[in-house]
């Protein structure tokens, strides 16, 4: 059994301290309810003489766990000890918990939570929500910024990037690696800056993932311009601004970005473009005009 040191941690303010104090306590009511919910049957042990409470003793969820019981206690008790993410995962495995559960006790406890895979069905809703936004532009990005679907005002506007080699459908790589898109943006500098600062951010909740390391090290020897960007270390969460849009067909035209989120699919960011003037309220109709066209078309 491996045992875990129980070390206080410091506070810098009593702000700090309340917030910390009801996560704690929050971690507390919620591991004791879902000790509470299981039975020693639950886990193959022998039920053994009647208990006085429902649910697991806190040896047999600390045993099974590989942590001290004297450890668990502390936790339950909602002391302030340090955990890490190897023994909340192995705490939660002995607990039963469903990945809502652990989502929500990593996220209470302060520990990153890794990025959701999204799996047909998912993939078909979300779909649905971007083909909805009709005459607005859309595509549907994940925590990596690896694009997931686009509408097709978008590929209308940017060109389609399902064209692009698979491990390069993805936000970055479609701004730095694809010149269509960097002449589609006049502003392309500020554009191309503010979403690498974006996308350290988003790094940011999940250190280590994978997939973001492998893009910064391929984009880094691949591109100056997101090389000299990233290196410069600036974060920014996302923030709605305008940009403008160079199009061999429509012209010049303003648009604002926005985001919206899915609350079943919190890793899915939504990018929507929305008018910002009459000539790109009119040009976003002209879109959608010669997509109705185009869809006519076919149906003959």
Not at 7 to 25: A, F, G, M
Not at 181 to 202: C, G, K, P
């Amino acid at each position: 059994m491996t045992s875990v040191e129980c070390e206080p941690l410091t506070w810098t303010s009593k702000r700090d301290i309340d917030v910390d104090h009801q996560r704690r306590l929050e971690v507390s009511r919620f591991l004791r309810s879902r000790r509470a919910r299981l039975s020693p049957e639950d886990l193959g042990l022998e039920p053994g003489p009647r208990r006085r409470t429902p649910g697991l003793r806190r040896k047999e969820v600390a045993a099974r766990a590989g942590v001290s019981v004297t450890w668990y206690t502390w936790l339950e008790q909602a002391r302030p000890i340090n955990v890490s993410t190897d023994v909340i995962d192995a705490l939660c495995r002995a607990l039963r918990l469903d990945e809502s559960e652990w989502r929500h006790v990593r996220r209470l406890i302060g520990l990153p939570t890794p990025i959701i895979e999204h799996h047909g069905a998912d993939i078909r809703t979300i779909r649905a929500v971007v083909d909805a936004l009709g005459v607005l532009p859309a595509v549907a990005l994940d925590s990596c910024l690896d694009i997931i679907v686009t509408n097709e005002a978008q590929k209308a506007l940017f060109g389609d990037p399902s064209t692009l080699p698979p491990h390069r459908q993805n936000l970055l790589w479609w701004m730095f690696g694809d010149t269509d898109m960097r002449r589609s943006i006049a502003d392309w500098d500020e554009s191309a800056t503010m979403l690498v600062a974006w996308f350290r951010a988003e790094c940011g909740k999940h250190p280590g993932d994978r997939r973001s390391i492998e893009l910064v090290d391929e984009l880094s020897r691949e591109s100056n311009d997101f090389n000299e960007r990233w290196k410069r270390g600036e974060v920014k969460q996302f923030m709605g601004r305008q940009y403008t849009v160079r199009h061999d067909r429509y012209g010049v035209f303003c648009l604002e970005n926005t985001q919206l989120r899915v609350v079943d699919h919190p890793s899915v960011t939504i990018l929507v473009s929305v008018p910002v003037e009459a000539r790109s309220q009119g040009v976003l109709h002209q879109i959608a005009a010669s997509l109705a066209d185009a869809s006519c078309a076919e149906t003959l």
